[in-house]
């Protein structure tokens, strides 16, 4: 949620960035899903969707197209129109539950 929340808000917080999820041999899911739909291109937006879709996903497991639309629209992308994007998230849900 990085430039979504004020610093000052994390203070005590867990964060957890980018980097703290997956490993070089074993992506995230929602990496994997946004590799296997095609959902990146630019690379820009990648981490800031990857992150809102594993903060999603955190939150409710099984989220509907309305609720990844909503879950990713703090981040912009010029280059996939959402998408393959959205279909990764949903992608992602389906393969963690």
């Known amino acids: 949620m990085a430039c979504l929340i ?24 929602v990496q994997q899903a946004l ?6 291109q630019c690379g820009i937006c990648t981490p800031g969707m990857v992150m809102a879709g594993v903060d999603l996903l955190q939150r409710n497991p099984a989220p509907n197209r309305e609720e990844i639309i909503e879950g990713i629209a703090g981040n912009l992308c010029r280059c996939t129109g959402y998408q ?4 990764a998230v949903q992608r992602a849900a389906q393969e963690t539950t």
């Open 6 to 29: 004020p610093m000052e808000k994390a203070i005590g917080a867990q964060v957890v960035t980018i980097e703290g999820i997956g490993t070089p041999t074993s992506l995230h899911p």
């Open 35 to 40: 590799i296997e739909e095609a959902g990146v």
């Open 84 to 87: 393959k994007i959205i279909a």
